[in-house]
């Protein structure tokens, strides 16, 4: 039987300890969440922009799968876990003040966005060079 992994964080003591110091004391907001950004660890592109509250990201460290929170559904979300198509950790990154994360994964399965893309970043927007209306466009995206 394998012994079940347990995380804590670091306080906030001060903003020099935040900043400068070796403790991992994330900020989160005011609904209990961090924004966490995932990019494949192969090809640097950005697959998709989640929330992780306090427990789910205790639980990316103990799966090393990422673990979001739906803010839609009000509920834990472990990416893959009927779809297949899961994060593997390869590391977690975060901010000079701890108020965001970037999670290099693996990404498994067929895609990451519920579309079946790669990505969930699949469209950039376009500015005409005369003003007028945004636009989206398809991105050519990497195989």
């Not at 001060?14 to 995932?38: N, T």
């Not at 460290?61 to 979001?68: M, R």
Request: net charge neutral.
């Amino acid at each position: 039987m394998s012994e079940e992994k347990k995380y804590t964080f670091a306080t906030r003591d001060s903003k020099e300890s935040v900043e400068q110091g070796g403790g991992f004391a994330p900020k989160f907001d005011e609904h209990g969440l961090i924004p966490a950004m995932a990019i494949d660890a192969r090809t640097d592109e950005p697959l998709m922009l989640a929330y992780m509250n306090e427990e789910s990201l205790k639980m990316t460290f103990e799966k090393g799968q990422a673990v979001y929170y739906s803010r839609s559904r009000k509920q834990l979300w472990h990416k893959g876990a009927t779809s297949g198509e899961f994060q593997e950790i390869v590391e977690i990154l975060t901010d000079c003040d701890q108020d965001a994360l970037v999670l290099r994964v693996i990404q498994h399965g067929g895609g990451c966005c519920h579309t079946k893309r790669p990505t969930c970043f699949y469209r950039r927007v376009v500015a005409p060079k005369d003003g007028g209306q945004l636009r989206l466009k398809m991105r050519e995206l990497a195989p």
